[in-house]
């Protein structure tokens, strides 16, 4: 009962800057974390960044001083703002929620958005 779409990915240069956005519909009052997760060919998928419902967050090591999560609760919607992106960003970004009883993310029963690309490229 909770639907998410992202949107905001694209082409960008090395240095240069993006910002996803992910919108959440139906049951929201259940959820009780967001996050994004990345995952490139030859790759493993790989948590980016948190969100709790308390606006608590945490990042992914490879992204700390890069990237920034937000949330604007009057849209329900996420954002992740990437900036000074590298190469290895390049990645299909796909936003998740888990909600009712459960708080932790990457499991089947989680809600996740259908993915936005984001290639980095010179």
């Known amino acids: 009962q909770v639907q998410l779409v992202e949107s905001g990915g694209g082409l960008v240069q090395p240095g240069g800057s993006l910002r996803l956005s992910c919108a959440a519909s139906g049951s929201i009052f259940r959820i009780n974390v967001m996050g994004w997760y990345r995952q490139a060919p030859g790759k493993q998928r790989e948590l980016v960044a948190t969100?709790?419902?308390?606006?608590?967050?945490n990042y992914a090591d490879s992204v700390k001083g890069r990237f920034t999560i937000s949330r604007d609760n009057a849209k329900n919607t996420i954002y992740l703002q990437m900036n000074s992106l590298k190469l290895e960003d390049t990645a299909v970004y796909c936003c998740?929620?888990?909600?009712?009883?459960?708080?932790?993310?990457?499991?089947?029963?989680?809600?996740w958005g259908q993915g936005t690309q984001v290639t980095v490229s010179s």
């Open positions: 998740n929620a888990a909600y009712g009883l459960r708080s932790t993310l990457g499991t089947p029963f989680d809600a």
């Open positions: 969100i709790t419902s308390g606006g608590s967050t």
